[in-house]
C-alpha cells in the first residue's frame, strides 16, 4: 500500500512539472499549429539561468527564500525574452509556410539552443546549491518533502493564474478567438501577431517555472536535459488532447503519475522480467493505446475530418 | 495506357544526363580514396541516407503521413542482420536471406504501427511514430537481460560482412587491374541499391497507387470518396517505407560489422526526415540532395572548423563539436527561411503549396 501512495505522490509531483512544460506546447500548438519543438531547451535554458543566478547569489547572505525567488524571477524573464525571440525569428517569417517547415526550423533552433546552452555552461551536470532546507514529512508509509509540496502548490497556482488570464481577460479573449479562426479574429480587431508573440512568451515563463522546478526536484542541470523532458510534455499535451489547456494539465498529471506507477510496478507485473529502466516505455504505450481509442486524445474535442 | 501519348522514360529522354551523372558516380569512390578511405565512408553514408530519405519520402513526401520514428525500422533492419550473421548467437546465415528476410520483418512492424494509428491524422500520427521509434530503442537498450538478445548498449559486434562466395565485400581485392577496397565495394553496393529505390519510387510516383498516396496527401475525406481504400493504400505507404527502411539497416549492419541502439535514436528519425523536407518534400531529386547535403555538412564542418578556428584564433575557443551542430541546426532554420519548400522542390508541388497556404 505504501508503494501504491508513494509513487502516487511523486508522480502527482513529476505531472505537475510535465503539466506546466507541456501547457507551453498546447498554448503555441492551439493558436497557430506548430509543434514547438525548441520548447523543451527553452525549460532547460530557464534551469540553467536560475541555477546560475542562484549559485551567484549563494554567498550573499540574503535569506535563501529571496535567492530562490530571484532566480526564479531571472529565469522566468530570460525565457519570455527568448520565446518572443524565438517567435519573431524563427517562426513568424514561415506564417503560411507548408505544415513540415516550420517543424524543421523548430528542430534546427532546439540544436541550436542546445548547443549554445552547452557552450555556455559546458558538458558537465550542474548541482543546485543546498539553499533549502528539506523537510521529510511522512503519511501512512509513504514519505515526501517540503520541496514536493512546493513545486505542486505553485504549479496549481500558477495554472490558476493561466485560466483566469485566458478566461477573463481581453488579451485571453483574444487568444481564444485566435485560436478558433485567427482570419475572424483579425476581422474582429484582434492583433494577430500580439496574440502569437503573447503566446510563445507566457508559454516560455511556464516554461522557466517549471525548469526551476525540476531543477530543485533533482537538484542537477545538464544540457540535455531539455530534450526527454520536453518529449514526455509534449507526450502529455497529446495524450489530453492539443490545443487544449485543461486537457494539457490532465494530461501532464496523468501522465506523471502513469509513469511513476509503472516503474514501480512494472517488476511485480512481469516477474521480473522487466525492471523499471523501462519506465520511458509506459509514457508511449499509455499514448498510443489513449489515442487508438479516443485519437483527439482525453480531453481533445471531436474535429470535423478535414483535410 | 497503351494509347498514342506514349511517355518516354526519364533515361530516354536525358541520356546525356545520365550518363554524366553514372560517370560521375563510377568516379567518385576514386577521388574520395584520394583523401583516403575516410571520405569514402562518408560518401557510403551518404548514399545510405539517400536510400532511407527516399523510403520515408514515400511516407511523408507521397502519402503525407507524418513519420517520425522511421529509425524503428531501419533498428530492426539492422538488428536482423546483426542476430543472424554474428557470433552473438552462433548464425551465420548468408546476406540474401537476411536483407529480404530483415525488410520483410521491418514490413511487419511497418503494419503493426500503421494498423492501430491510421486513423490519426498530422500531428497526433507524428507523436506515435515518435513513440514507437523510442519504444524499439528502449528495447533493443534493454533486452539484454533475463535473456540476452540485443545485447544492450553494448550492441553486436563481428558481424558478417557481405559475402559472394569467396567475394567479401570488407576485403581489398583487384578486379581487372584495379584495386578496390572494400568500402569501394559497398560503395558500388550501395549505388546499385539506391538506383534500384529511386526506380521505384519514379514508378510508384505516376502509378495508380502513387496517385492514390497523393489524393489521400491532399484530402483524405475527398480521397476516400472517390473510392480509394485510405486504409489500405495507407498501410500500403507504411509498409512499403518500412522495407526500404529495413533493408538499409542491413546493409548497415554489414556495412559497419558493429550496430548498437544509440545508432538509431530519435535524433536519427529527425535528421532523415529533415533531408527530406529540406530537399524538397516528394521530389525525388531533392530528396537525394538533401540527403547528400546533410549527410556532407557534418562532416565538412568536422574537418573545417578546427582549422579554421586555428587560424582565425590561434586556438579552441568554442568547442567544435557543439559549434558544428550549431551551425548545423542554423543552416537548418536559415534554408526554411528562405526557401519553405525545400531547396529542390517539384513545381508541381511548390504549385499546390502557394496555392494551400492559409
Redesign the interface.
Same mark, same amino acid.
Given at each position: 500500500m505504501d508503494t501504491l501512495l508513494q509513487q502516487l505522490i511523486n508522480g502527482l509531483t513529476l505531472g505537475a512539472v510535465y503539466a506546466l512544460v507541456a501547457l507551453g506546447y498546447t498554448m503555441v500548438y492551439g493558436i497557430i499549429g506548430l509543434i514547438n519543438f525548441a520548447h523543451g531547451e527553452v525549460v532547460m535554458i530557464g534551469t540553467m539561468v536560475a541555477f546560475t543566478v542562484i549559485v551567484a547569489l549563494a554567498g550573499s547572505g540574503l535569506p535563501p527564500l529571496l535567492v530562490l525567488s530571484i532566480g526564479l524571477a531571472v529565469a522566468v524573464v530570460v525565457c519570455m525574452a527568448l520565446g518572443w525571440s524565438l517567435e519573431r525569428v524563427a517562426y513568424r517569417p514561415l506564417r503560411g509556410a507548408p505544415r513540415l517547415t516550420p517543424l524543421i526550423t523548430a528542430i534546427g533552433m532546439s540544436m541550436v539552443l542546445q548547443n549554445v546552452a552547452m557552450i555556455i555552461w559546458g558538458r558537465n551536470y550542474i548541482t543546485f546549491p543546498p539553499m533549502i532546507t528539506k523537510h521529510i514529512y511522512s503519511v501512512g508509509g509513504a514519505t515526501f518533502t517540503n520541496v514536493q509540496v512546493a513545486i505542486v502548490s505553485l504549479a496549481a497556482l500558477v495554472m490558476m493564474a493561466l485560466i483566469y488570464l485566458v478566461h477573463r481577460t481581453r488579451i485571453g479573449m483574444a487568444m481564444r478567438a485566435t485560436a478558433q479562426n485567427p482570419h475572424v479574429a483579425s476581422l474582429m480587431g484582434v492583433d494577430i501577431n500580439r496574440v502569437i508573440a503573447m503566446a510563445f512568451v507566457i508559454g516560455s515563463a511556464l516554461g522557466a517555472v517549471a525548469g526551476c522546478m525540476v531543477g530543485s526536484y533533482y537538484e542537477i542541470a545538464h544540457y540535455q536535459m531539455g530534450f526527454m523532458l520536453g518529449l514526455k510534455a509534449f507526450t502529455a499535451a497529446v495524450l489530453g488532447g492539443i490545443g487544449n489547456l485543461a486537457g494539457a494539465m490532465a494530461g501532464g498529471l496523468l501522465l506523471g503519475v502513469i509513469e511513476a506507477l509503472g516503474a514501480g510496478y512494472i517488476g511485480q507485473l512481469t516477474g521480473d522480467f522487466l525492471g523499471s529502466h523501462y519506465q520511458d516505455i509506459f509514457a508511449f504505450i499509455v499514448l498510443i493505446i489513449v489515442l487508438m481509442f479516443r485519437p483527439s486524445g482525453l480531453f481533445g474535442e471531436r474535429e470535423g475530418d478535414r483535410a | 495506357m497503351n494509347g498514342s501519348r506514349k511517355k518516354s522514360l526519364p533515361w530516354q529522354r536525358h541520356w546525356l544526363g545520365v550518363l554524366l551523372v553514372g560517370a560521375v558516380l563510377l568516379a567518385v569512390p576514386f577521388v574520395a580514396a584520394l583523401g583516403g578511405q575516410a571520405w569514402v565512408r562518408i560518401a557510403n553514408f551518404a548514399i545510405l541516407y539517400v536510400f532511407l530519405a527516399l523510403g520515408l519520402n514515400i511516407v511523408?513526401g507521397y502519402a503525407g503521413l $507524418?513519420d517520425l520514428g522511421y529509425v524503428a525500422f531501419y533498428a530492426v533492419g539492422a538488428y536482423v542482420y546483426a542476430l543472424l550473421a554474428s557470433p552473438h548467437f552462433g548464425v551465420h546465415l548468408p546476406f540474401w536471406v537476411i536483407l529480404p528476410l530483415g525488410a520483410a520483418i521491418a514490413c511487419l512492424f511497418g503494419m503493426l504501427l500503421g494498423a492501430?494509428?491510421l486513423? $490519426?491524422?498530422?500531428?497526433?500520427l %507524428? @507523436?506515435?511514430t $515518435?513513440? *514507437?521509434g523510442?519504444?524499439i530503442r @528502449? *528495447?533493443l537498450?534493454?533486452l539484454n %537481460?533475463?535473456i540476452n538478445v540485443t545485447n544492450g548498449a553494448q550492441g553486436i559486434t563481428l558481424i558478417d560482412p557481405i559475402e559472394i562466395g569467396d567475394f567479401s565485400f570488407a576485403a581489398t581485392s583487384t578486379i581487372l587491374g584495379v584495386e578496390i577496397s572494400g568500402p569501394q565495394k559497398y560503395y558500388f553496393l550501395l549505388v546499385a541499391l539506391a538506383i534500384l529505390v529511386i526506380i521505384v519510387n519514379v514508378r510508384l510516383q505516376d502509378s495508380r497507387i502513387g496517385r492514390a498516396w497523393q489524393a489521400i496527401r491532399?484530402?483524405?475525406? /475527398?480521397a476516400k470518396a472517390c473510392g480509394i481504400n485510405t486504409r489500405n493504400i495507407k498501410l500500403l505507404a507504411f509498409a512499403m517505407g518500412a522495407s526500404f527502411g529495413g533493408v538499409a539497416g542491413g546493409v548497415f549492419s554489414a556495412m559497419q560489422g558493429f550496430v548498437s541502439p544509440e545508432s538509431f535514436s530519435?535524433m536519427e528519425s @529527425?535528421t532523415i526526415? /529533415?533531408m527530406v523536407?529540406?530537399g524538397g518534400?516528394g521530389h525525388i531529386p531533392g530528396v537525394i540532395l538533401g540527403a547528400v547535403l546533410l549527410t556532407a555538412l557534418p562532416e565538412v564542418l568536422r574537418y573545417g572548423i578546427e582549422p579554421l578556428q586555428d587560424a582565425v584564433f590561434g586556438r579552441m575557443i @568554442?568547442?567544435p563539436e557543439?559549434?558544428r551542430?550549431?551551425i *548545423?541546426?542554423? %543552416?537548418?532554420?536559415l534554408v526554411?527561411?528562405f526557401r519553405? /519548400?525545400g531547396l529542390w522542390p517539384s513545381p508541381q508541388r511548390r504549385r499546390e503549396?502557394a496555392e494551400s497556404?492559409?
Open positions: - | 511523408v $507524418l492501430p494509428t486513423k $490519426l491524422r498530422g500531428d497526433y %507524428a @507523436i506515435v $515518435l513513440g *514507437f523510442e519504444i @528502449i *528495447f537498450n534493454n %537481460a533475463p491532399e484530402d483524405e475525406v /475527398a530519435l @529527425i526526415l /529533415a523536407v529540406l518534400m @568554442i568547442d557543439s559549434l551542430m550549431l *548545423f541546426g542554423l %543552416a537548418l532554420v526554411m527561411r519553405p /519548400a503549396l497556404s492559409d
